[in-house]
């Protein structure tokens, strides 16, 4: 069983930037790839990054590339989600979730254990 707290969430202006968090426990950290995604009212959760278990390969939204970066710890069982240039519709509840396969992959139903969500809200 693996547990994932996500933080760092808040309220932020168009154009600043959040960098989120997700502490993961349980067993080696290492074995599972990471994945972000988020889900704005009144529509369907969405990807947003991965990253693989060694954090040796990576993948965006197309919404997202080039403003936000995944990246991880493995020593501190952390992943982080760096958010710059953050845009109105970038607001949303973001969960973090785990993949025992260790693959990074942008397919929701692939990950084993989520997070409860952290929310971000982006005013203009």
């Known amino acids: 069983q693996v547990q994932l707290v996500e933080s760092g969430g808040g309220l932020v202006q168009a154009g600043g930037s959040l960098r989120l968090s997700c502490a993961a426990s349980?067993?080696?950290?290492?074995?599972?790839?990471m994945g972000w995604f988020r889900q704005a009212p009144g529509k369907e959760r969405e990807f947003v990054a991965t990253?693989?278990?060694?954090?040796?390969?990576?993948n965006y939204a197309d919404s997202v590339k080039g403003r936000f970066t995944i990246s991880r710890d493995n020593a501190k069982n952390t992943v982080y989600l760096q958010m710059n240039s953050l845009k109105p519709e970038d607001t949303a509840v973001y969960y973090c979730?785990?993949?025992?396969?260790?693959?990074?992959?942008?397919?929701?139903?692939?990950?084993?254990?989520w997070g409860q969500g952290t929310q971000v809200t982006v005013s203009s």
């Open positions: 990253i693989s278990g060694s954090g040796s390969t990576t």
């Open positions: 979730a785990a993949d025992i396969s260790q693959i990074a992959t942008m397919n929701s139903r692939r990950y084993d254990y």
């Open positions: 349980g067993r080696t950290f290492s074995n599972y790839a």
